[in-house]
């Protein structure tokens, strides 16, 4: 016998979705500023769309357990956390230059995008750069899921909801016995007697 939790289900869904959806715009936000300690970026984290694309929502639903899980590519938590060296190939960050448009080399000049010796040398000392400083970190999930994870504080309204609708179910599971409309509950009286 187990609860019926349709309430509590739904809620953590449309949670799980929102967070979705907050992620995918906080991947193209274009207002976000890294620090970096040659200058600040402010650029958007996305370049092909490739990370937005992947992200989908996976549910899988136990007999008594619903998993809600996000998943999408795995460089999306390199990205957020930060990591201390990273290796990418150059024709990678070629790719990734060309898809970044409005790429600015290191004075500010937005790059010609058909000066492919200039990308390839960009690209080669970007990948020296990640492999000897790693990825300065983001935080765009870790902060959103910070500022998201108060918004479950009100999963008290739909459990409570889920009891009120199921509340003989659960008398029962509590070991309750229903008669008509009546329940009741069989106890006992256990006494500790020293026998000496």
Excluded: C
Aim: glycine content about 4%.
């Amino acid at each position: 016998m187990s609860f019926r939790l349709e309430n509590t289900e739904k809620y953590l869904r449309q949670y799980t979705e929102s967070l979705l959806d907050n992620t995918v715009v906080e991947i193209a936000r274009k207002d976000r500023t890294r620090n970096y300690p040659s200058r600040p970026v402010t650029t958007n984290i996305t370049a092909s769309g490739s990370l937005q694309e992947s992200l989908k929502l996976k549910e899988k639903k136990g007999k008594s357990i619903l998993e809600l899980n996000i998943e999408g590519n795995s460089y999306a938590e390199e990205i957020d956390e930060g990591t201390s060296s990273t290796e990418v190939s150059k024709d990678k960050l070629i790719q990734w230059i060309k898809n970044k448009r409005g790429f600015k080399d290191l004075q500010g000049k937005t790059l010609n995008l058909t000066d492919t010796n200039k990308i390839s040398s960009i690209a080669k000392i970007i990948s020296k750069s990640l492999k000897l400083k790693g990825i300065y970190p983001t935080r765009f999930l870790s902060n959103l899921v910070e500022s998201k994870f108060k918004e479950l504080k009100n999963i008290n309204q739909p459990i409570t909801l889920d009891i009120e609708e199921d509340i003989d179910n659960v008398l029962k599971k509590l070991g309750y016995k229903k008669t008509n409309n009546t329940f009741t509950i069989e106890t006992k009286t256990i006494s500790n007697v020293n026998n000496n």
